[in-house]
């Protein structure tokens, strides 16, 4: 299973970035994808994961409203529309596949329970 991730980068407080996580095969019956965050300093969180099969969603409180996620199906990829960024967003975004249900229990301790992609730099100046 190979997870590609494209987006990211620099962007003013207020402003949008999207970012994108492509699987190359499903691993699972019923997966999900979506990204993880970790900022300087500070332990791995959830963000935000989808269900590719039915499309339900998992948002961190501290992203909902603001960020947006979506899949296509027949690629196997997801979408994080994130808008109204905000300086505490800043972090490397880390894409990855697993079940739905290990993004809304996440604790470090079950890093092993999902496939990794590449992390990828999102920046939000002040």
């Known amino acids: 299973v190979q997870l590609q991730a494209s987006g990211g980068g620099l962007v003013q407080s207020g402003g949008s970035l999207r970012i994108s996580c492509a699987v190359s095969k499903s691993p699972l019956d019923h997966y999900a994808i979506g990204w993880f965050r970790q900022a300087p300093g500070k332990e791995r969180e959830a963000v935000s994961g989808?269900?590719?099969?039915?499309?339900?969603?998992y948002y961190a409180d501290s992203v909902k409203g603001r960020f947006t996620i979506s899949r296509d199906k027949a690629s196997h990829t997801a979408y994080l529309q994130m808008s109204n960024l905000k300086p505490e967003d800043t972090a490397v975004y880390y894409c990855?596949?697993?079940?739905?249900?290990?993004?809304?229990?996440?604790?470090?301790?079950?890093?092993?329970?999902?496939?990794w992609g590449k992390g990828t730099q999102v920046t939000v100046s002040s």
């Open positions: 990855a596949t697993g079940f739905l249900a290990a993004w809304q229990n996440y604790s470090p301790e079950l890093n092993s329970d999902f496939y």
């Open positions: 989808i269900m590719m099969s039915d499309g339900r969603t």
